[in-house]
């Protein structure tokens, strides 16, 4: 037998079960239903190096249409990083309804606590959501209600002291007491109206 041509052979299967040895993780990472690959330490160091954004880093809009059951839509509110810089959402918005002349009506958006609350890190473009519920009003007693239209949303992102503002009409309640928003704590990534929680 030639030794040169048996060597060649060896050397040739040794090189394809390397190759195989490597390919196989990198598809297992990325098939459907398997976690991604562990975050890198540089990528963790950014993450919690990055400072709270602010609202001047925000731009703040809802996803249409809403998603309605039971009396109450759910919309995907969204808080879009449109700065040159990373920067981090953790908690809850303040959200509340508008009039005409720039006022607050009724009460603030009350907290709803089905999520975990966890540190939201926005790149440049990036965007996370919260889900925003809105009860229709004509389903509370008109005296305690007292509906009116609203405008606007006025959304304080968490943790920041300057409102966003974002154009939109609805009925809500002209007096303070019942409780006709509530809003999810930040959540990673855009929602999507009809498919996102």
């Known amino acids: 037998m030639n030794i040169t041509s048996h060597l060649t052979r060896r050397v040739t299967a040794a090189a394809a079960a390397v190759a195989a040895a490597v390919a196989i993780p990198a598809v297992a990472l990325a098939a459907p239903g398997h976690s991604a690959a562990p975050v890198s330490t540089a990528a963790r160091a950014t993450a919690a190096a990055a400072p709270r954004c602010a609202s001047g880093q925000l731009r703040a809009w809802i996803g249409l249409p809403g998603d309605g059951a039971a009396g109450t839509t759910r919309y995907q509110l969204e808080l879009s990083n449109i700065s040159g810089s990373t920067c981090t959402l953790y908690g809850y918005p303040g959200v509340s ?8 009506v009724g009460s603030a958006a009350a907290r709803d606590h089905s999520d975990a609350v966890h540190l939201v890190t926005l790149g440049r473009g990036a965007t996370a959501h919260m889900v925003l519920s809105l009860t229709d009003v004509a ?28 154009p939109f009409t609805f009925r809500a309640c002209g007096k303070k007491g019942p409780r006709f928003l509530h809003v999810t704590t930040t959540i990673s990534g855009t929602g999507v109206p009809g498919y996102s929680h």
């Open 97 to 104: 309804a508008r009039g005409k002349n720039g006022g607050q």
């Open 139 to 166: 389903n509370l007693p008109a005296s305690s209600c007292q509906p009116r239209q609203a405008e606007s949303l006025r959304v304080y992102p968490p943790n920041a002291f300057k409102s966003l503002s974002i």
